[in-house]
């Protein structure tokens, strides 16, 4: 059914959709695989904990989407709906959305990047710091 106006609603208003979009670089995580994809995946991972209502976790998902197509093949990006997996939010700690995990075969290896203003930056250096790459500076 279309309208005559084409007009994009945001994810968490367009009632056929039930969950965010998932791009070609980033898949969901459901905690039944978490053993699997994170803790035995050969590539460093980066967990995103969302909330689909939440208005600071559907600015950062284009953000994350962006990172996460630069960084394609070299870390894993995983988007887990905090909500539907309460569990594996309560084992790692994640009291927040959105969250950002960083790990490498199940263990954090930076700092977490949690609330409203993540910064696509923030978010790039510690990948390039996970891969053990020189981070650039803010140029003054």
């Known amino acids: 059914m279309g309208s005559r106006f084409n007009v994009k609603l945001a994810w968490s ?5 039930k969950k ?6 980033v898949k969901e995580l459901a905690e039944k695989d978490y053993e699997t994809e994170v803790v035995g995946a ?11 209502e939440s208005k600071a976790c559907q600015a950062l998902g284009p953000r994350f989407a962006a990172v996460a197509e630069r960084f394609a093949g070299k870390v894993r990006f995983l988007k887990v709906s905090r909500q539907a997996n309460a569990g594996l939010a309560a084992r790692l700690g994640v009291t927040a959305i959105p969250t950002l995990v960083f790990l490498q075969r199940g263990k954090e290896t930076a700092e977490r990047l949690s609330g409203e203003d993540i910064q696509r930056t923030a978010l790039k250096a510690r990948v390039e710091a996970m891969l053990g790459l020189p981070v650039a500076k803010p140029a003054t």
């Open 13 to 17: 208003e367009d009632p056929e959709r």
């Open 20 to 25: 965010e979009v998932v791009t070609q670089h």
């Open 42 to 52: 050969e590539l460093p991972v980066v967990l995103d904990f969302y909330g689909l």
